[in-house]
């Protein structure tokens, strides 16, 4: 029985967990940040990086919490260092070293990315993992299909050339004026809206497995600003109102934001644009996994909890497809001290030299 702390600080989230054997999971803390990013309408690197300094403890205490003697017990430390913001890795990465030191335990330096793949393999009723495996990774950082060869063997396929799926869900919800985070907000206003009101353009990049989301934001950006003129002629009449440019924002509700649409039209748009990125992820997923004959797919970061997106791609593919519980999708610590462990068990640990690499790819 191998028991890992681990800990992740990447982003905005603070999160410490111990896990055992790659899949059980006995304590599992995270410290989110969202509120207070949220009136920036976004995460604010050096806000991050302090908050951390000031949650990594309670939220490491508490993590520890289960065991009587975590010096002996914990057999080895765990932590995200890269890709991410410099600054908040530094501090996961600093508690993570002097632990390991103190403890005269195994570092563990583990890749974002094939961290949230992990995430996949969690739990009492998580099946051992079948390669090869295709991955659908969609966070908020990144997008991309990765062929999974077997345990830290990965090729990139592809990804995307401009948004990442996370980011264009963060800034549709923006441009309907859903506050941050994007991802549930959309998914949630699409729950009541039409989806023949409205289509949205998709970009195919034939030909290839990479994906753009830039082109479908503007569209959306168009459409909606749009509707907004119309809406404000219901209100104001045919003439625009005298702050008006020609094609410029209608109004600004506060600094920065756009001004509100009507609910139904809001939920229109929002059904369509979470269609046009479901369609796009599913129909490319499906290729790839057709074309590269693999055993599973396997989906992976923030976006992994969209339901319309696990549902059509249930349906879509012809092989198995594994999905982390919503709860495990976006940041966590228990994802990273479950890859951890297959590294661990395959003789890999990081010196304490290990140093935080925001751009670290996936390989
Ligand atoms: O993987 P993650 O937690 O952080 C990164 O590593 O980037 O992903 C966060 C992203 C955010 O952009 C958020 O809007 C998106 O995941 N997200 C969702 C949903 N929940 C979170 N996107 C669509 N539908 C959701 N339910
Ligand atoms: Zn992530």
Redesign the pocket.
Known sequence: MTLILALET??D?TAAALVRDGRDVLSNVIASQVALHRRYGGVVPEVASREHLLKIMPVLEQALSPLQHPAEEVEAVAVTHGP?LAGSLLVGVNVAKALAFAWGKPLLGIQ??ES?LYANWIGEQAEAPTFPALCLI?????TGLVLMEGHGRYRQLGQTLDD????A??KA?RILSLGY???????EAAQAGQLQRYRLPRSWLRGTHDFSFSGLKTALYRLAQEERRREASLHYGPEKPKQDRPGALPRLSRAGDFAPLSDQVTADLAAAF?EAVVDVLVRKTAEAAAIHGVLEVLLA???A???R?RQELALRLNVPLRVPP?AL???NAAMVGAAAYYRLIQGEHSGLDLDVQPNLPLS
């Open positions: 990447s982003c989230e991410g974002h990315l949230h969609v966070s908020g950082g990144h990442a799926v996370g980011e869900f963060d919800a985070p994007g991802g549930p907000a959309i998914e979470q970061g923030g976006v909890a969209n339901t997106l919503p999708c976006t940041d």
